[in-house]
């Protein structure tokens, strides 16, 4: 038997007895306390139940048109078979996830985490240090191919180097007293934001495996870095928006605040704003990816926008993303630098001569000086 076929059933029993507001109905099974689900996904299944038991008995012709093509009723949508009489369209099982399906997978990932970290008591230290993390341009999703730009990239060789380049990260940071980690998430992490495999703007991209799954393997590798900075210490996770994954990256920095949400040992600036500002000692560290307002404003908007945060003697960095590869210059108010993306160049890039030298960078910054060293973890050029 399906999962969900207690629940439907249960829907069409209490409005069948009368109990015709939806809204109601999920109320009083939820009362029932019989569910696993919240009484919203509850509305959501009995909504959906009740509108197909009425489609398909206040429409007996369309049930005799399903019979004919060989669709079963329960797998009709809306439109596209092409009848005397009615038009049917029917999933595909390799148009992805039906809703049942990825409400189960929702459900089962509560379930098996119980969103519960004990707090990590910190000792404080004298001379402590920022590390800064900021995996950029991980574009998971991204296909690079040996054979049409020389290099291999996809979804498995974007975790692997984005686990390798943390812990890389980390290693290199052992000699320091880090107090404090910033993570600095967004920027492209995700290659595509549609299922027509086009960025945000509808850019066609050369991807590797399905949108959904896509979105999984990035939220596990959050996660599983998360974990694993917080052992060191205290993390703030900055999101910045970015122009290939604009919907779905903010999504994906939702589920990740949402999933830490009762963890003493994380921060989160996780909304929509282009520009993110974050205060250290006498540091003022503004992040952004890079596509937005032009370089040579950012000291300018720094000073308008962080003005709660600033103070005469800071030392004012900003950190882009976007570009792929490494640029750094000291302007009037503020040093500029954008960061190396541990991807390879795709098809078009390649073609083009946008080539890039992959790799992750970290930042420590000490309390009073200022940014004191640069961390870089490269890629082997000689991998393939």
């Known amino acids: 038997m399906h999962k969900y076929n207690h629940v439907k059933e249960r829907a069409i029993e209490l409005y069948r007895s009368g109990i015709t507001n939806l809204k109601e ?70 148009d992805g996830p039906t809703f049942d399906d990825m409400l189960n997978d929702h459900l089962d990932a509560i379930k098996n985490h119980t969103f519960k970290y004990e707090p990590i008591k910190r000792t404080v230290v004298a001379d402590g240090h ?43 940071a052992s000699g320091f007293q880090i107090d404090k980690i910033l993570f600095v998430a967004g920027n492209d992490i995700l290659h595509i934001d549609s299922p027509k495999r086009t960025t945000t703007s509808g850019t066609p991209q050369d991807t590797d495996g399905m949108w959904y799954d896509n979105f999984l393997i990035a939220k596990r590798l959050y996660v599983e870095v998360l974990e694993e900075l917080m052992k060191v210490a ?25 999933w830490f949400k009762d963890c003493k040992n994380i921060t ?14 006498k540091n003022l560290i503004g992040t952004t990816h890079g596509d937005g307002a032009k370089q040579n404003n950012l000291g300018e908007l720094m000073s308008i926008e962080a003005t709660d945060d600033l103070n005469k003697g800071d030392f004012r960095y900003w950190y882009l993303h976007h ?35 992959p790799a992750i960078e970290g930042f420590i910054h ?5 940014q004191i060293a640069r961390l870089t973890h490269y890629f082997p050029l000689d991998e393939n």
């Open 323 to 357: 570009y792929h590869h490494k640029m750094s210059k000291d302007t009037v108010s503020c040093t500029i630098e954008t960061l190396r993306t541990p991807s390879e160049a795709d098809r078009w890039h390649a073609d083009n001569g946008y080539m890039n030298m």
């Open 130 to 172: 920022l590390l800064v993390v900021d995996p950029a341009d991980v574009h998971i999703g991204k296909l690079s191919t040996v054979f049409a730009t020389g290099k291999d990239y996809n979804n498995q060789v974007a975790v692997q180097r984005v686990k390798e380049g943390v812990r890389g990260i980390l290693e290199k």
């Open 25 to 94: 109905l999920a109320r009083t099974m939820y009362s029932e306390g019989s569910y696993e689900q919240s009484e919203n996904n509850l509305y959501q299944l009995a909504r959906y139940t009740i509108r197909k038991m009425e489609a398909q008995e206040n429409n007996p012709g369309l049930t005799k048109a399903c019979e004919e093509a060989g669709v079963p009723f329960e797998n009709v949508k809306h439109g596209w078979y092409k009848g005397k009489h009615w038009s049917i369209a029917f999933k595909q099982d390799n």
């Open 268 to 281: 989160f600036d996780s909304d929509l704003r282009h520009r993110k500002y974050f205060k250290y000692g």
């Open 234 to 258: 205290d993390v703030h996770f900055v999101f910045n928006p970015s122009n290939h994954d604009y919907t779905h990256g903010f999504f994906l920095a939702d589920a990740i605040q949402t």
């Open 366 to 370: 000490s309390k009073d000086k200022g």
